[in-house]
């Protein structure tokens, strides 16, 4: 089918297929590269909450926690005094206001392997994260995607937790050492024994995966638009310079070769057409197809001139075959008896004349 397809059409196509290809295999590997660019975002905004929430752990153990024990009575527990506690009420109020922007819906836990509050229990997969972080000490991040029971597939990235502070063991240390308020509200069996400078959990963050690849996606296609409008207004730009640069001196140079074919050029005036006068602006070229004119011209020149050769040739031969013709009729009429004896009765008539002449 691409060989009975006319010059500007096959280019046409040929970029196309071209084009279907390379945004085929660019579209693939953009694809991973937004969701990649997709993901180091969302892991470094989960990374800079988790910071975030360090910081208020830090505040809260360095400037509220003094405070509100001042004040505590032995038998109230305030969770205000608790790092973990604070740290997640902020992020809840983040929580509500990102939600309400319509921005990335984040989750955020504590995963601790042995938790006072049991809520902050590690799951299976978390545990596995707690195991990675004291596995290998250079470990500093997580993130991936894993499956949650209530939110389906979700992006998570995950932060060691230790325990750096000695302030942090007065509750965690022994159950003797702890407030007897917080005893009496969480047990003893759990949140003791935690060691200092070594990881006892993880803080993580989710977002729903669905939002992680719909951003990607919106990237995808914003790319992906501008690119097809670059290739439509490439490909009108080339069609349009095509038809001028290349499709009419090709069509020009084939429309003389028909007429050298069928023998239309034979003399210099036959050049004098409009496919000869476009000829002569395509010699004028220096690129291909300029050599090519160069070279068709020449062959058109070195046709006409063996034309005009061969014509010369054959008026030549036209002469030299009607005189051989015409010394064969007169040699023909010569040998007749007719002509022999009107030889005779002229040389007789002669001789009779010259006797009359000749004196008495």
């Not at 969302?42 to 830090?58: C, I, K, N, Y």
């Amino acid at each position: 089918m691409l060989s009975r397809l006319k010059l500007a059409p096959k280019f046409t196509l040929i970029l196309l297929l071209v084009f279907v290809i390379g945004s085929s295999v660019g579209g693939l590997v953009l694809s991973k590269t937004l969701q990649y660019q997709v993901e180091r975002q969302v892991t470094a905004e989960g990374v800079m909450l988790m910071e975030s929430m360090r910081a208020v752990r830090r505040y809260t153990d360095q400037q509220v926690r003094p405070i509100l024990e001042a004040h505590e009575r032995a038998d109230v527990f305030w969770p205000e005094t608790i790092p973990a506690y604070s740290s997640r009420r902020v992020f809840e109020l983040l929580s509500e206001t990102a939600r309400s922007e319509g921005e990335f819906d984040y989750s955020y836990k504590e995963a601790v392997l042995n938790p006072t509050n049991p809520n902050d229990l590690v799951d299976d997969f978390e545990a596995v994260l707690v195991e990675d972080f004291l596995a290998d000490a250079a470990v500093e991040e997580l993130a991936g995607y894993r499956e949650l029971p209530e939110q389906g597939l979700v992006f998570y990235s995950a932060l060691p937790i230790i325990i750096k502070n000695v302030s942090c063991l007065e509750c965690h240390s022994t159950p003797e050492a702890a407030p007897p308020a917080m005893l009496a509200q969480y047990g003893r069996e759990n949140g003791f024994n935690w060691p200092l400078n070594t990881v006892i959990g993880a803080q993580v963050v989710y977002i729903p995966a669905e939002e992680v690849f719909l951003s990607a996606r919106r990237s995808f296609s914003s790319v992906m638009g501008l690119l097809f409008v670059v290739f439509a207004i490439a490909l009108v730009c080339l069609n349009t310079l095509l038809k001028p640069l290349v499709v009419q001196p090709v069509q020009s140079l084939a429309k003389i070769s028909e007429k050298l074919a069928a023998n239309d050029l034979q003399t210099a005036q036959d050049l004098d057409t409009a496919e000869t006068r476009k000829l002569a602006n395509v010699v004028n070229r220096r690129d291909e197809l300029g050599q090519l004119g160069q070279v068709f011209q020449k062959m058109v020149n070195e046709v006409i001139a063996r034309q005009q050769r061969l014509q010369q040739q054959i008026r030549e031969l036209k002469i030299e075959i009607n005189q051989t013709r015409k010394a064969k009729d007169v040699k023909e009429i010569v040998e007749t008896d007719y002509f022999k004896n009107l030889q005779n009765k002229a040389k007789d008539i002669r001789t009779r004349n010259a006797d009359r002449e000749e004196p008495s």
